[in-house]
């Protein structure tokens, strides 16, 4: 199975900050990355599929990058809307799998 | 557009037996692997199970195994998890989610089970 690890578990940021969120497969996953936003009580919201494909109605401000193992979520300027949490997930298996998550909240 | 739609939540005693269904529309269900998710209160995403195109393939998270049953009728265009011998460790919300290679996923908006004496 793909284990995937997120870091950091979580970080605190002002509006305005860039932040940058990283996942690491434990193999190769070519670039079947995608990148979900969940608040509490609501689904996971899709953001990026195929690391860098922004979905559709997702501000431009989210981007995301990467291939292989390595993958990174960037938010350009935080945004008050932006504090919550993040996972990536692979879909690189039949067994897709997900990162712990990173909670984004206001420093 | 895709519609997910969870059904079949509750509360059931630990032992108990529960079978959530997810209905499909807007795409061809019949074409896709559906897997199902799920999430514990407070607690990260976990993928649980997963079923081909075709219903001919079938895997489970270990910690469910031998325990859940994934299934699909394309007539009726609906996902199944049968879920016997039910644990407190399996309180969660569980959502059905189809998850393409090269595509977006969608995702349902989730069903809440709750296993408790």
């Known amino acids: 199975d793909i284990q995937m690890t997120q870091s950091p578990s979580s970080l605190s940021a002002s509006v305005g900050d860039r932040v940058t969120i990283t996942c690491r497969a434990s193999q190769g996953i070519d670039r079947f990355l995608n990148w979900y936003q969940q608040k509490p009580g609501k689904p996971p919201k899709l953001l990026i599929y195929?690391?860098?494909t922004l979905q559709s109605g997702v501000p431009s401000r989210f981007s995301g990058s990467g291939s292989g193992t390595d993958f990174t979520l960037t938010i350009s300027s935080l945004q008050v809307e932006d504090f919550a949490t993040y996972y990536c997930q692979q879909s690189y298996s039949s067994l897709i799998s997900f990162g712990h998550g990173t909670k984004v909240d206001i420093k | 557009q895709v519609q997910l739609v969870e059904s079949g939540g509750g509360v059931v005693q630990p032992g108990m037996s529960l079978r959530l269904s997810c209905a499909a529309s807007g795409f061809t269900f019949s074409s896709y692997a559906m897997h199902w998710v799920r999430q514990a209160p407070g607690k990260g995403l976990e993928w649980v199970a997963v079923?081909?195109?075709?219903?001919?393939?079938?895997y489970y998270a270990d910690s469910v195994k031998g325990r859940f049953a994934i299934s699909r009728d394309t007539s009726k265009n609906t996902l199944y998890l049968q879920m016997n011998s039910l644990r407190a460790e399996d309180t969660a919300v569980y959502y059905c989610?189809?998850?393409?290679?090269?595509?977006?996923?969608?995702w349902g908006q989730g069903t809440l089970v709750t296993v408790s004496s």
């Open positions: 195929t690391t860098s």
């Open positions: 989610a189809s998850v393409p290679t090269t595509a977006a996923p969608d």
């Open positions: 079923i081909s195109y075709d219903g001919s393939n079938k």
